[in-house]
């Protein structure tokens, strides 16, 4: 028996699932988000570096490359309109020695394929000039790239949601789902179980998104992907922040190497790094890798002092590779992929999916044969 018969269910309520159902609800369908936790993003969405990434390093006309270039213009547009909090503070992207300028070079010549403006060289003598303490021979800087206040994001999102009749059911877990002729029949948990309807399901659901697929009875299981877990650990400076900008070294093969951020107050933070793990759920910042940290961070700011730096917070990437393998597109899988009607899913959406998620439900609705919206 079925409990509740919707337009459109949203699994997940982080920053992508909400711009999803924002998008679903702004085009007029009775939308419902299932969220598992008892508050908004509380997963990937809230334990990142919160920056406005400018799509300097993705391959030209990948989904992340144009919903990240796309996702930056609505998003600084969308928190001018909303009054959520966003800088765009600039970033230095720096090579520390000769050996690292091919791959400088490489990213600036990335990011110009991809269109995006804004930018220019800086010399050793500049770089300084920018940032004093920063170390290194050459570089170039992205006027674009900003920070944003996540949860006031979220907010926003979750507000507009709700203003087009839409609502968020917290602690409400999927348990199992079903594929039936008249769209996607789901069953929740939590405190009050329930049976949900929906012509249409935007599986936004972060790390739980692969095994939702596998609770859905009949959903094809080769369209399923394998998922593994790469953990970013952060650590927060004590004392004097040296930054006022975002300082970027050259990135390695799963991350954007340990970088520096610095928040909407001006306090500044270094991570991710990249440790593989095999759960969602090991989210303790090992102290012990503070040594890695150290000489990281080093190579650009020799100055850091010894013990200024302290454990702050971990964060998992859902990856869709493991450690020996590249780093793949992000999936958006409608029903022209796996044949099922009223499916859009949202898998492997790592960074950049702060900045691209307003350009990513344009996305999802585009696979739903939804109208364009000319309204951010």
């Known amino acids: 028996m079925t409990d509740y018969s919707i337009d459109a269910v949203v699994i997940g309520a982080g920053v992508v699932g909400l711009a999803c159902a924002r998008r679903l609800a702004l085009s007029g369908l009775e939308t419902l988000v299932l969220e598992a936790a008892d508050a908004i993003g509380t997963g990937t969405s809230s334990r990142n570096s919160e920056v406005i990434h400018a799509a300097l390093y993705y391959p030209t006309g990948s989904i992340k490359a144009k919903a990240c270039l796309a996702g930056k213009r609505l998003l600084y547009r969308y928190c001018a309109d909303r009054g959520v909090k966003a800088i765009s503070c600039g970033k230095l992207m720096v090579a520390t020695s000769e050996s690292q300028l091919p791959k400088l070079q490489a990213i600036w010549d990335q990011a110009h394929a991809n269109g995006v403006e804004g930018l220019s060289w800086t010399s050793a003598d500049e770089i300084r000039a920018l940032e004093p303490e920063v170390a290194a021979i050459k570089g170039f800087f992205s006027t674009s790239t900003g920070i944003v206040d996540s949860h006031g994001l979220m907010l926003a999102l979750q507000g507009d949601l709700e203003n087009a009749g839409g609502m968020v059911a917290f602690e409400t877990p999927v348990t199992a789902a079903t594929v039936t002729p008249g769209g996607i029949l ?26 939702f697929l596998s609770r859905l009875a009949g959903f094809p299981a080769g369209h399923i992907p394998r998922q593994w877990y790469a953990k970013g650990n952060y650590f927060s400076l004590v004392g004097r ?23 909407l107050q001006g306090r500044c933070r270094f991570g991710p790094d990249v440790e593989w793990v095999a759960s969602e759920d090991d989210l303790i910042v090992d102290i012990r890798r503070a040594d890695q940290f150290y000489a990281a961070i080093r190579a650009y700011w020799p100055g850091l002092p010894d013990n200024a730096l302290q454990p702050d917070y971990a964060g998992i990437r859902p990856k869709l590779h493991d450690a020996t393998t590249p780093m793949p597109d992000f999936r958006i899988d409608g029903p022209e992929a796996h044949g099922v009607a009223g499916l859009v899913n949202l898998l492997g959406i790592e960074s950049p999916g702060l900045t691209a998620s307003l350009a990513l439900a344009d ?10 919206l000319e309204t951010v």
Do not use: C, W
């Open 241 to 263: 922040q040296p930054f006022s900008r975002l300082v970027y070294p050259m990135p390695d093969a799963a991350g954007l190497g340990v970088h520096a951020t610095v928040d």
């Open 186 to 211: 789901i069953e929740t948990g939590g405190a009050e179980a329930a049976s949900v309807s929906a012509r249409i399901v935007v599986n936004a659901a972060g790390h739980f998104a692969p095994k």
């Open 363 to 372: 996305i999802v609705a585009d696979r739903l044969g939804l109208p364009h």
